[in-house]
């Protein structure tokens, strides 16, 4: 089944045939196609700004411009407490890594739906549209991530150790908004309604994410509860390297990072099981 | 040494087409679309989808067949009788119903020229990524670049963006990225179906080289000509089925048989099927030859065009031809060799009438060409093919001309001097 690492000696065999119900994920053909998946992010990330005037600085105005937003009506209008920190930057600690789920929810879910003609055509393995597109987005939240980093160094936030641990805050980022997109972008296959649904999920989730708030204000008690959004546990880690506010504790992390396998396991093998009809459906 | 590259064993495939989903009242239309929310998602739910009320419809039936390695194999069909359904199988783009298939090699599809093509990225990127969707890997591409560059002939235009190429350069570039693909089995479908006759001349060049190269080749096309020059065995596929499976030239010669309609002398062309944006902005909507008359050899020809624009259009000419059943044109009338070209506005449709003193092409059957050009070249509306029309012999044509091997596909009877020795006879 793989392509890639074959020679003349060992001419590969296919076999096709009708599958039923669930089907393995093919990690390994995954891996033979790594080239053509480097290929399609290298593709969304030229495209995304031609013919644009700002180009690559709207990776920038997203985040900037929800934080003045957010610092005018909930810094100062509202007081929402900051944790002792300028809402500047306790804001823009959170906006950037959430821009880059939303970015994986909503281009993610319709990246099949975009590909159409290259599914329809040619051959090979579907996840890695969802995945590329999800990766994507790791370009613009590179540059946002220095525009912030900047940002913290004038409010004199300096960095310490723990900004070590955050690659694996990213790696959570990435497991949650792929986990979704898998789940979306196969459901969006067959029922069309799944477009309409996202820009007001997005919504709903970042209420539901301590984007503007600060997560201390939730009770102790309902704090686990709480962390089944994996969104929150990113965010607070964000928070926790970057700032040195609150803390991170097990029984808050374990179900963000526990949410956010299952929803990657369930979401890749529910896109195996359905990739069947993508080319008949899309 | 002729091991089975492909082994084919009972394939069938189903798709369910939504059914009453055409025709509809607009009280039907409003009622449904109140009422279809509830009842689909009723349906959706216990997990039977959105096609609850569908049709099935089988576009592959029992198709069984081997394909030895370095054989070349054409598909012919006629439309929706499986044939892409098929390819697509084969190249595990779709999943069948039924049946299974072996494939042993490494497989390279060619489905359609240029897909992936990014109209914002240069000729060069597109390479690369186009390479990369039919599974070529860089290194491949590097190595080969500057043959496919040479190829497509776009060597100034590399780093210019595509969406800037004419059709023909488009065309040319997509075309060299999938011709360098070394893949030990080929699937091509009707790809030469598009570019003009020199850009087909050099694919099917190429192909013929590929063929040579000892690798299985799959082949689909409507061209004739080209499936007899190119594969050994020829499948006819019809509604699903193997019909026929032997070699290409009696297989072909049965099918050119079998496909000769009855000659009619009008021929709607509203909803026939066209590439790209032709007929968007032009359409020939139908035409008639002699008033409904049948078309007789040696006397005049008369072509009436119904046209409407949908834009407006300049320097407009018409053309028609008549080409072989394998597709290789015979004969063209152009409306603008030493005339004038006309512009149309938007909305306007009108009749546009031409007739040719003596048709002298022989008696028998033609694929008709018709074609309208605005100013620039480009085409306006094109339907290669798109009818087979008889020509029946008339009062004026001799006798022998029954016999066609003879005289080629046009005889003349021109104006001749004798020399005085010689004497009429007039017997």
């Known amino acids: 089944m793989q392509r890639a690492s074959t020679t003349l000696q060992t001419t ?22 790594r080239e053509l998946l480097f290929f399609l992010i290298w593709r969304d990330v030229k495209v995304r700004y031609k013919q644009t005037v700002l180009g690559a600085a709207w990776a920038i105005i997203q985040p900037v411009f929800s934080m003045i937003v957010f610092t005018l009506i909930f810094g100062r209008l509202a007081k929402l407490p900051s944790d002792g920190i300028a809402y500047e930057a306790f804001s823009i600690t959170a906006l950037v890594p959430w821009a880059l789920f939303a970015n994986a929810l909503s281009q993610g879910s319709n990246s099949l739906v975009g590909n159409a003609n290259l599914i329809k055509k040619v051959y090979f393995p579907r996840l890695t549209v969802p995945i590329s597109t ?3 987005g790791l370009v613009d939240f590179a540059i946002a991530f220095v525009v912030m980093f900047g940002m913290l ?10 900004m070590l641990a955050l690659p694996l805050f990213i790696l959570l980022v990435i497991i949650t908004g792929l986990g979704v997109s898998l789940w979306l972008s196969a459901l969006n296959v067959q029922f069309r309604d799944i477009r309409y649904v996202i820009p007001f999920m ?4 970042q209420y539901g994410s301590p984007v503007a708030y600060s997560s201390s204000l939730i009770p102790n008690q309902w704090r686990w509860l709480y962390g089944l959004n994996p969104m929150a546990g990113v965010i607070d880690g964000f928070r926790w390297s970057l700032l040195g506010t609150g803390q991170i ?14 929803l990657l396991i369930t979401g890749a093998l529910y896109f195996r099981r359905v990739e069947k009809q993508f080319a008949d459906m899309v | 040494m002729s091991e089975i590259a492909i082994q084919v064993e009972h394939l069938s495939k189903q798709f369910r087409i939504g059914a009453n989903s055409f025709q509809k009242t607009f009280r039907e239309t409003v009622s449904d679309a109140m009422l279809a929310p509830a009842r689909r998602l009723r349906s959706a739910l216990r997990g039977q989808g959105t096609q609850a009320a ?3 419809f089988w576009a592959l039936r029992d198709v069984s067949f081997d394909v030895n390695q370095g054989e070349v194999v054409g598909i012919i069909g006629h439309n929706g009788a499986g044939k892409s359904t098929l390819l697509k199988v084969l190249s595990r783009i779709t999943e069948p119903t039924a049946g299974s298939a072996m494939i042993r090699g490494r497989v390279g599809t060619l489905l359609e020229v240029g897909t992936g093509f990014h109209p914002d990225l240069t000729g060069r990127e597109n390479m690369y990524l186009n390479g990369a969707i039919l599974g070529m890997s860089r290194a491949e591409i590097n190595r080969k670049f500057d043959e496919i560059v040479a190829f497509a002939e776009v060597e100034q235009f590399i780093d210019t963006m595509v969406k800037h190429y004419s059709s023909g350069m488009y065309l040319r570039l997509a075309f060299a990225v999938a011709a360098h693909l070394e893949p030990e089995i080929l699937i091509v479908d009707e790809v030469l179906a598009v570019g003009d006759a020199q850009f087909q001349k050099k694919c099917l060049g190429k192909m013929g080289e590929v063929a040579q190269n000892g690798r299985t080749v799959l082949f689909v096309s409507h061209n004739m000509a080209a499936i007899r020059s190119l594969c050994q065995r020829v499948i006819w596929l019809s509604k699903g089925s193997v019909l026929k499976d032997g070699p290409s030239a009696s297989i072909v010669n049965e099918y050119l048989m079998e496909t000769v309609t009855s ?3 009008r021929v709607d062309l509203r909803e026939a099927v066209r590439h790209y944006d032709y007929g968007k902005r032009f359409k020939i909507n139908d035409l008639t030859f002699n008033h409904g008359e049948p078309i007789l050899h040696g006397e005049m020809l008369n072509v009436s065009f119904n046209y409407e624009a949908y834009a407006d259009v300049y320097g407009v000419s018409f053309g028609y031809g008549f080409s072989s059943l394998e597709g290789t044109r015979l004969m063209t009338v152009d409306s603008d060799l030493n005339a004038p070209r006309y512009q149309i506005k938007r909305g306007q449709h009108g009749q546009l009438t031409s007739t040719i003193d003596t048709l002298n092409l022989q008696p028998g059957i033609y694929l008709l060409d018709v074609g309208v050009r605005s100013g620039d070249g480009s085409a306006l509306d094109y339907l290669p093919g798109c009818a087979q ?3 029946l012999p008339g009062p004026r044509t001799p006798p022998s001309m029954s016999r066609l091997d003879y005289a080629g596909n046009v005889r003349l009877s021109g104006q001749w001097q004798w020399p005085e020795t010689a004497q009429e006879d007039r017997d």
């Open chain 1, 153 to 162: 160094l004038w409010f004199d936030i300096t960095p310490t150790m723990r």
């Open chain 1, 202 to 205: 997005a919504q709903l989730w």
């Open chain 2, 263 to 265: 000659s009619s002398s």
């Open chain 1, 12 to 33: 590969p065999i296919t076999r096709i045939e009708a599958s039923n119900g669930w089907v393995s994920l093919q990690l390994r053909e995954l891996w033979a196609y």
């Open chain 2, 54 to 56: 569908t049709k099935e």
């Open chain 2, 389 to 391: 029309v008889e020509i």
């Open chain 1, 249 to 262: 504790t097990w029984s808050a992390m374990l179900p963000s990072v526990g949410i956010a396998l299952f």
């Open chain 1, 134 to 136: 999800v990766l994507g």
